[in-house]
Nanobody, 121 residues
């Protein structure tokens, strides 16, 4: 599975962005998908995940009620809708695929290249 993340950019606090992650291959729906983020000098942090069917989702407490993860299996794409962005959301955002359902980055087998999100105050 190859993943390509896009949609990052420079925005102001309170703005919204939608990240996309396009996957190759015909088995996309068999993978649970996650979004993680990372800032320099810090470990990769869980943001949200969605099951292969899209029925189950989990968001980190820090983004709950602001970020929404979704997927379109017909388009082999997972999305992260980010509302009410804060400067502390600034990070490189990565999408990842896993056969398991986990918030730990070590449980993910495939990773996208990352997309930078910068939120100015």
């Amino acid at each position: 599975v190859q993943l390509q993340a896009s949609g990052g950019g420079l925005v102001q606090a309170g703005d919204s962005l939608r990240l996309s992650c396009a996957a190759s291959g015909r088995t996309f729906s068999s993978y649970n998908m996650g979004w993680f983020r990372q800032t320099p000098g810090k470990e990769r942090e869980f943001v949200a995940l969605i099951s292969g069917t899209g029925v189950s989702t989990i968001q980190a407490d820090s983004v709950k009620d602001r970020f929404t993860i979704s997927r379109d299996n017909a388009k082999n794409t997972v999305y992260l809708r980010m509302n009410s962005l804060k400067p502390e959301d600034t990070a490189v955002y990565y999408c990842a695929a896993s056969k398991g359902l986990s918030t730990y980055p070590t449980r993910y087998d495939y990773w996208g290249q990352g997309t930078q999100v910068t939120v100015s105050s």
